[in-house]
């Protein structure tokens, strides 16, 4: 189970950076890492928690939420 978790996690992984790098963001590895373990991470909490609780944790706008989470991970992102 482990070695099939670990082949998911990477696959999840390679899968996150190949989207931040078309998404035009300059993804390394390690920034792709921090934004898919928030995501995943955030995932449980979305499926689980009441309205007042993801509102504590910025989850309550998504969009807010993603834009948070890329601008903390590509501090030195270009914007143009």
Request: hydrophobic share 45%; proline share 4%.
């Amino acid at each position: 189970m482990r070695q099939t978790l670990a082949r998911l996690s990477r696959a999840d992984l390679d899968l996150h950076l190949a989207a931040q790098q078309a998404a035009g963001l300059p993804a390394t590895r390690h920034g792709a890492a921090v934004v898919t373990l928030a995501i995943n991470g955030a995932l449980s909490h979305l499926l689980t928690q009441p309205s007042d609780v993801l509102a504590s944790y910025g989850l309550d706008d998504l969009d807010a939420f993603l834009s948070r989470l890329i601008v903390s991970a590509y501090p030195h992102r270009s914007t143009t």
